[in-house]
């Protein structure tokens, strides 16, 4: 199986509060995204990182903040949130920023009281 | 940019019976055209994909069909099991254009025992 690990699964937050979501992949791959998807939706994308550096920002507003520390790591800073933030998060991966073929992680369920 | 309008958003199958669904696309340019299948609560999986230099792609109760003319590809589910219910999402992307993977709206196929 595709070797893409998001942590946390699940995590409950207030507005207030500043918190952080991670993705750790393991298969080399050069590109790696960042997607919101709410209920019955289709994935939404918020950012692309290609060979580490940020190629794409989908208007994404500044409380949503990524960071690509390493090849292998992708992190995304959430901070003073509002409740329809709330969705999965989805960090994906693959051999290029527009090779085609996505391996998504299973995702962060985020709740914003 | 791209549009991927895709049909049924619901689908209901007797057991052993085949699925069709069926997805558009607006730009003729796009030359990669993947399916992605999300069960209830897990991520979204690459099940299958076919490229524009092929008109239909085959793995195992699965295929794919592209009319590049017509602008439209379909998925073909035969001999369905409980384990195919499932959310379906096409999409459409133009490798080497630099430019995001655009997906479907979704199709929640049930398969009924």
Not at chain 1, 38 to 46: D, F, I, R, V, Y
Not at chain 2, 21 to 39: H, L, R, V
Request: proline share 6%.
């Amino acid at each position: 199986d595709t070797e893409v690990t998001q942590t946390p699964k699940h995590l409950v937050m207030g507005m207030t509060n500043k918190k952080s979501l991670k993705c750790e992949q393991h298969m080399g791959h050069r590109a790696m995204y960042w997607y919101k998807q709410k209920a019955k939706k289709p994935p939404e994308l918020m950012f692309v990182y290609s060979y580490e550096k940020l190629s794409i920002n989908e208007s994404v507003p500044s409380r949503f903040s990524p960071e690509c520390p390493n090849s292998s790591l992708l992190n995304l800073h959430l901070h003073a949130l509002q409740p329809e933030d709330s969705a999965l998060y989805l960090c994906a991966i693959s051999a290029g920023p527009d090779a085609g073929e996505l391996f998504f992680g299973e995702g962060s369920r985020l709740t914003v009281l | 940019g791209e549009n991927v309008e895709q049909h049924p958003s619901t689908l209901s199958v007797q057991e052993g019976d085949s699925a069709v669904i069926k997805c558009t696309y607006s730009d003729s340019a796009s030359n990669y055209f993947p399916w992605y299948k999300q069960e209830l609560g897990k991520r979204p999986q690459l099940i299958i994909d076919i490229r524009s230099n092929v008109g239909e792609k085959k793995d195992q109760r699965i295929a794919v069909t592209l009319n590049k003319t017509a602008k439209h590809f379909s998925l073909h589910i035969t001999e369905t099991q409980p384990e195919d219910s499932a959310v379906y999402f096409c999409a459409a992307l133009r490798v080497g254009g630099n430019e995001k993977l655009t997906f479907g709206t979704g199709t929640r196929l049930t398969i009924i025992p």
